[in-house]
């Protein structure tokens, strides 16, 4: 199964002063699959998400990208570097689209390093008209074809701020995917939206896995989401990996009921979160 690995994150540390973030984790994301971290408000999700996209610099640890000519070591590689050369695409839990632009510039801009690339970074490139213009028809084509994956066409011209917000989700998420990322990072992507957005977002992210063969990791709350369309889930809890398994065997780990209900006796889960997770909300 080696040859399956897409990353791996060995002994990850975070520390901020005497906080330990992140404490010591490690785990694999295969590629071609939807791994989720879960875990309580807090446990250190988005912080792993920060040191693999190179916002933060690890205390201590290894993060390999194990792209398709070799392994690449995350966290030795300036951030800024990570979505070009590594294939990292993110999306975040406030959503950080270019709101004055349209909805296709939003697509456009996110090419930028190809475009600029083919115009071999000069003003004598961008007029060397047959290398130029091939690559920025490759981009609008490429936007048009998320554009219809995530159902924006007739709002290509629209003010990306002037989307309804599960829209403004899709965009990000289109966005990314016009990078041609290897590992997908996506932060509480279904936060704020209703039942129906929700389950056409679980079939976008399974196409993009599917279709595109797209390994995504996904930080997510909303368990429905997680538990039908994960391969893999992870658990953290305080920064610790308290289960790491099928979505099964994490919704049935006592460990992950522990965490979730907390030891406080007063504690209640929310029904939808005890629900997928097989609890009864009351017991205790
Ligand atoms: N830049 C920072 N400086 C200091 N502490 C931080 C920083 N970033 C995160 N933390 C702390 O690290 C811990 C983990 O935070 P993190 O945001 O990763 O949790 P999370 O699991 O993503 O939470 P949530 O589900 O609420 O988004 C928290 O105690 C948080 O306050």
Not at 5 to 17: C, I, Q, S, W, Y
Not at 52 to 62: A, M, Q, S, W
Request: glycine share 8%; charged share 25%.
């Amino acid at each position: 199964m080696t040859d399956n690995k897409l990353l791996e994150v060995e002994h990850l540390t975070m520390r901020f002063g005497g906080l330990v973030a992140i404490d010591n984790l490690s785990f694999t994301a295969n590629k071609r699959e939807i791994t989720a971290i879960i875990g309580p408000n807090g446990a250190g999700k988005t912080t792993v998400f920060n040191c693999l996209t190179g916002f933060y610099v690890p205390t201590e640890g290894r993060l390999t990208l194990h792209a398709d000519d070799g392994p690449r070591l995350l966290e030795r590689t300036e951030g800024f570097r990570i979505p070009r050369n590594n294939g990292v695409a993110r999306t975040f839990q406030n959503i950080r689209l270019f709101t004055g632009m349209t909805v296709l510039e939003n697509l456009i801009v996110a090419q930028h390093n190809r475009l600029m690339e083919a115009s071999a970074f000069s003003i004598a490139g961008l007029f060397n008209l047959g290398r130029y213009s091939r690559a920025e028809k490759a981009a609008i084509e490429k936007a048009e074809f998320w554009l219809n994956k995530v159902g924006l066409y007739d709002q290509a011209d629209w003010n990306a701020g002037n989307l309804p917000y599960g829209s403004q989700r899709r965009l990000e998420i289109a966005r990314a995917m016009c990078t041609d990322p290897s590992l997908l990072c996506l932060d509480e992507p279904a936060a704020g939206l209703n039942p129906r957005e929700s389950a056409e977002l679980n079939v976008l992210l399974q196409s993009i896995r599917d279709d595109q063969g797209v390994g995504c990791l996904l930080i997510e709350h909303d368990m429905s989401v997680v538990m039908q369309i994960s391969d893999h889930v992870i658990v953290l809890d305080y920064g610790r990996k308290i289960a790491d398994g099928n979505p099964e065997a994490v919704k049935n780990d006592p460990a992950v009921i522990r965490a979730y209900l907390g030891e406080d006796e007063d504690d209640e889960l929310p029904p939808e979160v005890a629900a997928d997770l097989n609890v009864d909300p009351n017991a205790h």
